[in-house]
């Protein structure tokens, strides 16, 4: 569960590449690219695990309760804490996996 096995094999791995990997996301979206996409290639570029749960439309007036503001895409990070809004989602992995430049003023340029 390290970013990299190199890192591990090395001895350069951290705390904190532990830690990170450590978090379980899932992310809710119907079955189909539309605004989960971005949500979706980050977790790919950032080359992190996560689970796809991928709504279809019959299912989806029976499931719609069950998520924040009856909207998707829905993050889901360890099972608990419930993210809605694919910017808010989107803005949160990109700092999480540190693609969201290295200063204020990187971050409102980069995203």
Avoid at 5 to 26: C, P, Q, W
Avoid at 32 to 52: H, I, K, M, Q, S
Avoid at 72 to 95: E, F, H
Wanted: net charge positive.
């Amino acid at each position: 569960m390290y970013r990299n096995y190199r890192s591990f094999l090395d001895g350069t791995a951290t705390v904190f590449d532990e830690a990170i990997n450590m978090v379980k996301y899932e992310l809710h979206y119907f079955n189909l690219r539309g605004r989960g996409e971005v949500c979706r290639l980050l977790f790919a570029a950032a080359d992190r695990e996560y689970t796809d749960t991928r709504i279809e439309q019959a299912d989806w007036p029976k499931l719609k309760p069950k998520f924040p503001q009856q909207t998707l895409p829905v993050l889901t990070i360890d099972g608990k804490t419930q993210v809605s809004q694919s910017l808010a989602i989107a803005r949160y992995l990109a700092r999480e996996f540190k693609m969201d430049g290295g200063s204020s003023l990187q971050a409102v340029v980069c995203g």
